[in-house]
């Protein structure tokens, strides 16, 4: 990472990483390199004092195997980049404390889905999401916090998408520990792969809101 001093006003710092493999969740081969290509992650933020603006973008490769389904297939490899943008606004309030708000959005073309067949011509998919993340302090001891993430797995099926609210309260016991309460509520399209449930022949959203009480001591 390298920051830069701009006019004596603004800070633009860089970021960037090279990696291997086709990430930790990938279903066939898992953490190890099925292949020599390297992923590529860079970030450029400019710093506007109480404002931070973002630019961010991944490029990789994705390899995949032959297909048991079609044997004439051959393993082959995907393009896989995404490019996204994101803003923070940090703030004080009187008498409550400091205050933040986030916001990213991502679009991307990823590789086929892991759970369908291999066809030459469905080797990629668009995807696009967002989220939004405001915490507000509540004096010394306590934290609102809430969120909105949006995803859609491909632009090109009609909704499929999966939006999850949240909001919770966080309670500061002391400098190595904090308890966490929170409450989730996921909302998938009828087309979407999870989260959804048929009832009498119709698609409906499953009902599996999530309720989680955590503790976090730091050491």
Excluded: H
Excluded at 3 to 18: A, M, N, V
Excluded at 96 to 101: F, N, S, T, Y
Excluded at 128 to 134: C, K, L, N
């Amino acid at each position: 990472e390298r920051s830069f001093l701009i006019d004596q006003k603004y800070i633009l710092s860089l970021q960037g990483g090279i990696y291997n493999g086709n990430g930790i969740e990938d279903r066939v081969y898992g953490a190890n390199d099925p292949n020599k290509d390297k992923d590529f992650v860079a970030r450029a933020v400019c710093s506007f004092g109480m404002v931070d603006v973002g630019l961010s973008g991944y490029w990789g490769k994705q390899f995949n195997p032959s297909d048991s389904a079609i044997p004439r297939q051959m393993p082959s490899e995907t393009d896989k980049t995404r490019y996204g943008a994101d803003g923070q606004l940090f703030y004080e309030l009187p008498r409550l404390g400091g205050g933040v708000l986030k916001a990213e959005a991502v679009i991307g073309e990823e590789p086929k889905n892991p759970s369908r067949g291999f066809l030459t011509a469905d080797t990629t998919r668009d995807v696009m999401g967002f989220d939004v993340m405001w915490a507000q302090n509540l004096r010394e001891k306590f934290q609102f916090i809430s969120r909105l993430d949006y995803y859609d797995p491909n632009r090109d099926i009609d909704d499929d998408q999966i939006t999850t609210y949240g909001v919770g309260l966080v309670y500061f016991w002391d400098g190595n520990s904090k308890v966490k309460l929170v409450y989730e509520v996921p909302k998938a399209g009828a087309n979407s792969r999870s989260g959804v449930v048929t009832v009498d022949g119709a698609k409906k959203d499953e009902n599996d809101n999530i309720l989680t009480l955590e503790w976090v001591y730091v050491f």
